[in-house]
Every structure is written in structure tokens, then in C-alpha cells.
């Protein structure tokens, strides 16, 4: 409620919204209003009624049922968590093969410094392999796990 006089048509949605089991919240006025008179008065009398003086505070109060305060961004998978270099390079790895570096770099259309990077982070994250082959070189394939993710 922003603005009510003693006798208003927003008293009754008040007492219309506690019947619902809502939320109630007043904006408070200046006390020598009459249109403050009706704020005023359900903000003395009615126990769960909100005093409210912006926006952040409207949000906080109905943030409590789930409505209009914004959700916290949670990673639902590891790969919602990657950066874009990550992914990409991520995206370019194959699950049956080990490829050198280069070729992951050619395959995501990156340089080599970017994509040593990304390979560190998705090997420590578990993403990727990292196998030596003869000689050894350094080959990277789709950890066992995120190939049968890659099909789906």
C-alpha cells in the first residue's frame, strides 16, 4: 500500500490480500497526510504488515515466497561453470583418440598459449586426459564420463 486515506478502497485489498495469506507492506507518508492516514493505520494495527521504504526492501519481502528476488547463479553441470577458452577447447577434444595440442588448437581455432591453459584447467577439473604417448609427447582426450555427455 503507498497511499491510503482513513477510509480507502486500498484498505479493503489489504484486508483482501490477508485473507489470500499475502504479503502486506506499506509505504509510509508524511504523518500530516490524509493520504498517509490509511498506511498509517494499517501499519499500527495489523502485526504482519511490512514497512517498507524502497524497492531492495519490496524485493527482500517477497524474495521470502520466491517471487521477484533474483536467483543466484549456480553451475548446474561442470561445463556451465567453464570459461569460453575452456569450453571451446573442451568442444574440440575428442573421446577416442588422444590429440596433441596442436591439433586441439587447430581443431578449436585458438592459439597454442590459450589452449595450454584451457587443457591445464580441464585436466585438473577432470575433463579431459592426459595420456604420453612414445617419445613423450602429450596427448588429451574426453575423460571417460564426459564422452558419454558429449552424445547426449
Not at 499475502?22 to 494499517?42: E, F, Q, Y
Request: aromatic share 2%; net charge negative.
Amino acid at each position: 500500500m503507498v497511499e491510503a486515506a482513513h477510509r480507502s478502497g486500498a484498505l479493503s485489498t489489504a484486508a483482501y490480500c490477508r485473507a489470500l495469506g499475502r504479503s502486506l507492506m506499506a509505504v509510509p507518508g508524511p504523518v500530516t497526510s490524509d493520504m498517509s492516514a490509511g498506511a498509517h493505520r494499517i501499519l499500527r494495527d495489523d502485526h504482519p504488515t511490512r514497512l517498507v521504504t524502497c524497492a531492495d526492501e519490496v524485493i527482500e519481502e517477497i524474495g521470502a515466497i520466491g517471487e521477484l528476488a533474483p536467483l543466484p547463479f549456480t553451475p548446474a553441470t561442470i561445463r556451465d561453470g567453464l570459461d569460453p577458452i575452456a569450453l571451446r577447447v573442451l568442444e574440440a577434444v575428442v573421446a577416442d583418440t588422444a590429440m596433441s595440442a596442436r591439433r586441439v588448437a587447430e581443431a578449436a581455432g585458438l592459439a597454442q598459449g590459450l589452449v595450454a591453459g584451457a587443457l591445464l584447467r580441464l585436466s585438473v577439473a577432470g575433463l579431459i586426459v592426459v595420456e604420453r604417448e612414445p617419445g613423450g609427447a602429450e596427448g588429451y582426450r574426453l575423460a571417460w564420463g564426459e564422452a558419454d555427455r558429449e552424445q547426449e
